[in-house]
């Protein structure tokens, strides 16, 4: 009776010692992604970037979790290598930031290309995806998507712009790219400078106008200061952009992880992007037009000398995309047309 009251004894200390230890054992591992934003936090970009990483964390039953950093690790032109050497894992960026850098995705900022950042955004995806070019720019980390603003419009304080003799002699901030060669084949005077300067520099007088959509009146805090506004069919111009993720960490993460990553990716977070800068844009030209911002829609002549004025910068393009291992530029930029056109029908 001894032993076999010792022998319970023992395995009762047994099962308390084992139930001990699992309920000490860790949780299931669970990963931190980083995210980094240079817009503030309540523009469209930073909103939606965080968006889609809660939507990846709800996937994947818990396994990541965002931290969406309190300011950037970067600013605007270092984000692409900040991205790239691990100091943050997930941001986006404007290409025109670092010029000289990308070459192919130059081709969505030429003029009159579409009235909606969703249609150009995916049709811009689908470019990407048909021609291996565009990742061999982007080598170093993994692409989420690429995606492209609303229809650029030409804000000022100090007239209205209804013809070409109209953009000279102002000072214009814009944010690189094709649109500086744009706007100097149109004879602005033009200084390459982040989004986020530019209520210092039109509030101060440093610049007289900014090239921006509509959503950036209200995103950047202009709207006081921005007085004459100039649309254009399919817009004057647009902004590339790539939303991406640091390539090791992605690489650390469980098979599952990375199948709904990439799930995410491609034309889904296109159509992410620039469906939540549509609606902001529409937001921002209500919110234009409530601060007394007078409109000026470009008419045929205004619309047909900008294009004359910037045809040789698209010959420009052709030029050096096709020395850069393009095979048909020109067609290239036909069927992103095309695929907008069909996008947008």
Not at 133 to 161: D, Y
Not at 169 to 180: A, S, Y
Not at 310 to 329: L, R, S
């Amino acid at each position: 009776m001894a032993t076999s009251s010792r022998f319970h004894a023992a395995a009762a200390a047994g099962s308390l010692f084992c139930w001990a230890a699992l309920s000490s054992a860790p949780a299931a591992a669970q990963t931190t992604l980083t995210l980094s934003s240079w817009v503030p936090p309540a523009h469209t970009l930073t909103e939606t970037q965080k968006a889609w990483c809660e939507e990846l964390s709800k996937r994947v039953k818990g396994q990541v979790k965002c931290n969406a950093l309190p300011r950037a690790v970067a600013a605007p032109p270092g984000t692409f290598d900040a991205v790239r050497n691990g100091l943050v894992d997930i941001s986006f960026t404007v290409h025109g930031y670092t010029p000289g850098r990308f070459t192919f995705t130059q081709m969505v900022e030429v003029p009159f290309l579409g009235d909606s950042a969703e249609a150009t955004s995916v049709a811009f995806q689908r470019m990407y995806q048909r021609h291996p070019q565009f990742a061999e720019e982007h080598k170093g980390v993994k692409v989420i998507t690429v995606f492209t603003h609303g229809p650029g419009i030409v804000l000022n304080t100090k007239r209205p712009v209804t013809k070409m003799d109209d953009l000279t002699g102002l000072k214009w901030r814009i944010g690189g790219g094709m649109i500086n060669d744009i706007t100097k084949a149109m004879g602005m005077n033009v200084t390459l400078k982040p989004a986020p300067e530019s209520y210092e520099l039109l509030s101060t007088g440093v610049m007289d106008g900014t090239l921006f959509p509509a959503e950036s009146v209200e995103g950047f805090k202009i709207e006081k200061v921005i007085k004459y506004a100039t649309r254009f069919p399919g817009g004057l111009y647009n902004t590339s952009f790539v939303f991406m993720m640091n390539q090791a960490k992605y690489d650390s993460l469980p098979a599952d992880v990375k199948k709904e990553i990439d799930a995410m990716s491609g034309e889904y977070a296109a159509k992410m992007l620039g469906r939540g800068w549509d609606n902001v844009d529409r937001r921002g030209l209500a919110f234009m037009q409530a601060n007394g911002v007078q409109f000026t829609q470009a008419d045929p002549a205004f619309v047909k000398a900008v294009g004359e004025k910037t045809a040789p910068v698209i010959d420009a393009w052709v030029k050096a995309a096709a020395a850069k291992g393009m095979k048909d530029p020109r067609k290239l930029l036909a069927d992103y047309r095309a695929e907008i056109k069909k996008l947008q029908q």
